[in-house]
Every structure is written in C-alpha cells, then in structure tokens.
C-alpha cells in the first residue's frame, strides 16, 4: 500500500550504458515529478507532468527521456550514462488544487552509481 | 524565478532543547510554504506547511511561522529527540492554476545530541 514506489532501489552500472527507473503512484494524483538530488543533499527538479502532458522540463541533458504512460507511472529513461548521473533520483506526485498548495509526496529514492 | 536561502546548514542541540531552521524566499507570488523531513537513505517527508493566509501553525512539539512582509519563515522543533535527527527542507511555491514547482533550499542537517 506504499504511496509512492520506485524501482530499483539500487542501479549500479558502466558509463555508457542505458537504464531506466520506473515510478508509480498509487494517490489518484495528477502530477508527477522527477528530482535529483546530489552529494550534497541539493534536490533538483528535473522534469514535471500533469495528466501525462509534461509540464516541468529543466535545463537537463536531452539523455534524459521522462514517458508517461498514465496519470499513475512516470518512468525516467537515461541514455549513455555519465560518472556525473550518479546521484539518488526521486520520484513525487501531487494533487495541485486551485485554493490549496503543490503537497508532494516523495517516493523512497533510486541510488544511481555510475562506475 | 523563485529563490529559497535556508540557513544553518548544520546545526546541533542537545536532546530537549529548541531548533530552529529559518528560510528566507524572493518571489512574492509564493503562498505555500511546507517543510520537508528526510531521514538517512529515504525521500523527504512533509511534516508541516503554512500558507500565506496564517502567521503560525503548530502540530505537536513542531511550529511554522511565516512574515510576508520580510519573506521568511521559520521552522521551530521544542523538546527535541533523537528521532528528530534528520536533514530539513524548507520550499516555496505559489498556488492556484499552473502552480506545480516547488523550490527548495538547501538543507539543513539537524544532529540532536543524547
């Protein structure tokens, strides 16, 4: 009955390799988001999507393909991997209400090492 | 776009007494202010917001406040304990349509001293 999953937990693999984390979410939430957050704690937006239509796209690296294939999953797929993706990915959902506030819910996080 | 300082970025007490993590944000349009707990090896948690419409709310030993005027908030966590041990996040962002970023500071590392 977890809120927000991901899998896999841990990725460890080569430069240059292609992987993919998958996210769902289980709130009935419109929006999904995509944050990586570095060594030092700093969590990043990467991208957004609000019923499978992306919203948030950030300055990242167009080897980073998010796909959504319903309000429920957005998965992140990364193309020839660098020693500077590794990093622990998060996954979130929200509900944005026109009178309330963007309450996003985390998922447990991807620990990325790329050797 | 918005921009949220968080200061310490460490900060020690000793088991029971008072922290405080104070955020300062720059974008006016900001009304949604929640605060982010994210213990060792799992995602952040919201553990309490504050919107523009409040100057102060509390939820058990954990209270928010918030100036407008001076665009900041703070965090404030009595009778601290062990389990309070965790990096904080505070954020901002505007609400109604189109508003889904969250901007986030910078952390602040809390280490609560038995």
């Known amino acids: 009955d977890t809120a927000v999953s991901q899998t896999p937990k841990y990725l460890v693999t080569q430069m240059g390799n292609d992987k993919s984390i998958k996210c769902e979410q289980n709130l009935g939430h419109d929006t999904m988001y995509w944050y990586k957050q570095d060594s030092k704690k700093f969590l990043k937006i990467m991208f957004s999507?609000?019923?499978?239509?992306?919203?948030i796209n950030e300055t990242v690296p167009n080897r980073f393909s998010p796909k959504s294939p319903d309000k429920a999953h957005l998965n992140l797929h990364i193309n020839s991997l660098e020693l500077g993706d590794s990093a622990v990915y998060f996954c979130a959902s929200s509900q944005v209400r026109l009178a309330g506030g963007n309450e996003q819910f985390f998922g447990p996080g991807t620990r990325l090492t790329v050797l | 776009g918005e921009n949220v300082e968080q200061h310490p970025s460490t900060l020690s007490v000793q088991e029971g007494d008072s922290a405080v993590i104070k955020c300062t944000y720059s974008?006016?349009?900001?009304?949604?202010f929640p605060w982010y707990k994210q213990e060792l090896g799992k995602g952040p948690q919201l553990i309490i917001d504050i919107r523009s419409n409040v100057g102060e709310k509390k939820d058990q030993r954990i209270a928010v406040t918030l100036n407008k005027t001076a665009k900041h908030f703070s965090l404030h966590i009595t009778e601290t304990q062990p389990e309070d041990s965790a990096v904080y996040f505070c954020?901002?962002?505007?609400?109604?349509?189109?508003?889904?970023?969250?901007?986030f500071g910078k952390g602040t590392k809390l280490s609560v001293i038995p």
């Open positions: 974008d006016s349009a900001s009304n949604y």
């Open positions: 999507y609000n019923n499978k239509e992306l919203i």
């Open positions: 954020a901002a962002s505007p609400t109604g349509a189109g508003s889904y970023q969250l901007t």
